[in-house]
């Protein structure tokens, strides 16, 4: 069952439902040392060094109006009903590791997660406007919006779990398969966070049945989650994995867990006996409280991997704000793998150089953002001939390994 929460922290909770926001600690306290104000300093560094470094990389200025204006790039264009197209052919066929859809959780406002609509609401929307966001691909991918976007994050967050979101209500299965149409992504897993609610936390179960009933297990692949503090977790673990699930997610900051906490050995021991592969929400975004950040550090990722040495563990968004780490992190051992989703042209190229290309995974995080915007950065910084292999590497060939 799931863990008991008082009064206070029950609305909350609604905002761990998307990705990245948090709740209090629910009476658990951070041991000294777990977080320091040397770790404080270095977020702020990693700001700063990002902003300062933006355009100034291997590739040049990478700016452009909106997810439509990355139809300046050779490999797109917008065709005659306004939509943003991948036309290259010679483009891989794609595996987006990191999706979501639309969330309706606590009282479970409705939902259609079959209906169609003309153009998805992203929840982070860079063409909310005519004239489109200044979309800078060599920044945090977070760093594009402002505090207002932020704000509108939040609350339509919130109204999830509530009176329903208008966001929500377009971040469905058809508009899903539209938009990877349009983008040459021919597969995604589907990713599920177990938040905590005392009900209403269904969506592994939820997004499942509706890709069932949708009839697209082909194309869409639905992952699972348990919380690490339900007392159930292990039982819920067996029978998601029997419906087929093989992806499970589990998202330190929003659940409030250490990722190399002695309690999630046993859930880890369970997930190698099941041959499913754990993925991450990996280091600090920016956007989540900062009273979640200590659980997000990357070296409270190593225990686990040390620990699990025949365990497949993704480290999704590359680390967020704290690449650079969990890159030299994801070197050292040979079950980390890395989700690329977020990061800039520059640090993609880092660790390309870096891994060759090995275990890299192509990832959206969607309905947060358009596909095109991780699709336009794993092109920019594959367009040199000679990593083309790379290009087919991180785009589909290591997920398809990864998955065996």
Same mark, same amino acid.
């Given at each position: 069952?799931?863990?008991?929460?008082?009064?206070?922290? @029950?609305? &909350?909770?609604?905002?761990?439902?998307?990705?990245?926001?948090?709740?209090?600690?629910?009476?658990?306290?951070?041991?000294?040392?777990?977080? &320091?104000?040397?770790?404080?300093?270095?977020?702020?560094?990693?700001?700063?060094?990002?902003?300062?470094?933006?355009?100034?990389?291997?590739?040049?200025?990478?700016?452009?109006?909106?997810?439509?204006?990355?139809?300046?790039?050779?490999?797109?264009?917008?065709?005659?009903?306004?939509?943003?197209? =991948?036309?290259?052919?010679?483009?891989?066929?794609?595996?987006?590791?990191? =999706?979501?859809?639309?969330?309706?959780?606590?009282?479970?406002?409705?939902?259609?997660?079959?209906?169609? &609509?003309?153009?998805?609401?992203?929840?982070?929307?860079?063409?909310?406007?005519?004239?489109?966001?200044?979309?800078?691909?060599?920044?945090?991918?977070?760093?594009?919006?402002?505090?207002?976007?932020?704000?509108?994050?939040?609350?339509?967050?919130?109204?999830?779990?509530? @009176?329903?979101?208008?966001?929500?209500?377009?971040?469905?299965?058809?508009?899903?398969?539209?938009?990877?149409?349009?983008?040459?992504?021919?597969?995604?897993?589907?990713?599920?966070?177990?938040?905590?609610?005392? @009900?209403?936390?269904?969506?592994?179960?939820?997004?499942?049945?509706?890709?069932?009933?949708?009839?697209?297990?082909?194309?869409?692949?639905?992952?699972?989650?348990?919380?690490?503090?339900?007392?159930?977790?292990?039982?819920?673990?067996?029978?998601?994995?029997?419906?087929?699930?093989?992806?499970?997610?589990?998202?330190?900051?929003?659940?409030?867990?250490?990722?190399?906490?002695?309690?999630?050995?046993?859930?880890?021991?369970?997930?190698?006996?099941?041959?499913?592969?754990?993925?991450?929400?990996?280091?600090?975004?920016?956007?989540?409280?900062?009273?979640?950040?200590?659980?997000?550090?990357?070296?409270?990722?190593?225990?686990?991997?040390?620990?699990?040495?025949?365990?497949?563990?993704?480290?999704?968004?590359?680390?967020?704000?704290?690449?650079?780490?969990?890159?030299?992190?994801?070197?050292?051992?040979?079950?980390?793998?890395?989700?690329?989703?977020?990061?800039?042209?520059?640090?993609?190229?880092?660790?390309?150089?870096?891994?060759?290309?090995?275990?890299?995974?192509?990832? &959206?995080?969607?309905?947060?953002?358009?596909?095109?915007?991780?699709?336009?950065?794993?092109?920019?910084?594959?367009?040199?001939?000679?990593?083309?292999?790379?290009?087919?590497?991180?785009?589909?060939?290591?997920?398809?390994?990864?998955?065996?």
């Amino acid at each position: 069952m799931p863990h008991e929460l008082d009064r206070r922290q @029950f609305l &909350t909770l609604l905002a761990s439902a998307a990705a990245g926001l948090s709740f209090p600690a629910c009476g658990r306290g951070i041991e000294p040392g777990r977080y &320091t104000e040397d770790d404080i300093a270095l977020l702020a560094a990693h700001y700063e060094t990002e902003a300062a470094r933006s355009g100034k990389g291997p590739f040049g200025a990478q700016r452009y109006r909106g997810y439509r204006g990355l139809a300046e790039l050779p490999w797109f264009e917008i065709d005659r009903s306004g939509t943003l197209r =991948c036309v290259d052919e010679s483009v891989p066929l794609a595996i987006d590791f990191h =999706c979501h859809f639309g969330i309706s959780v606590l009282f479970e406002p409705d939902l259609d997660l079959h209906a169609e &609509t003309d153009r998805v609401m992203h929840l982070l929307d860079c063409d909310a406007d005519e004239s489109g966001c200044d979309l800078d691909l060599d920044v945090y991918m977070n760093a594009n919006f402002t505090p207002d976007e932020l704000e509108t994050l939040r609350n339509h967050t919130i109204a999830q779990g509530l @009176f329903g979101s208008r966001f929500a209500e377009t971040q469905t299965i058809p508009n899903l398969l539209r938009e990877m149409d349009a983008t040459r992504v021919e597969q995604a897993i589907i990713l599920p966070i177990a938040v905590g609610l005392p @009900f209403g936390d269904n969506l592994t179960e939820n997004w499942k049945e509706a890709i069932d009933e949708a009839a697209v297990g082909d194309r869409l692949h639905a992952g699972l989650s348990v919380h690490p503090r339900d007392s159930d977790r292990l039982e819920r673990m067996r029978a998601f994995a029997r419906t087929g699930a093989r992806v499970m997610k589990l998202h330190p900051t929003v659940q409030r867990f250490f990722p190399d906490d002695p309690d999630m050995m046993e859930v880890y021991a369970l997930a190698e006996e099941l041959g499913l592969v754990i993925f991450f929400h990996g280091g600090r975004a920016g956007i989540e409280p900062e009273s979640s950040h200590p659980f997000a550090m990357p070296r409270h990722y190593e225990g686990a991997l040390a620990n699990f040495p025949n365990l497949r563990f993704v480290l999704g968004h590359g680390g967020a704000r704290d690449g650079v780490e969990m890159l030299a992190l994801a070197l050292r051992y040979e079950n980390a793998w890395l989700g690329i989703h977020g990061q800039s042209v520059t640090h993609l190229d880092e660790m390309i150089r870096r891994t060759g290309g090995e275990r890299l995974l192509f990832g &959206t995080d969607w309905p947060f953002y358009h596909l095109a915007s991780s699709m336009a950065k794993v092109l920019i910084t594959t367009q040199d001939r000679g990593r083309h292999e790379v290009r087919a590497a991180i785009l589909r060939e290591n997920a398809l390994d990864l998955l065996g």
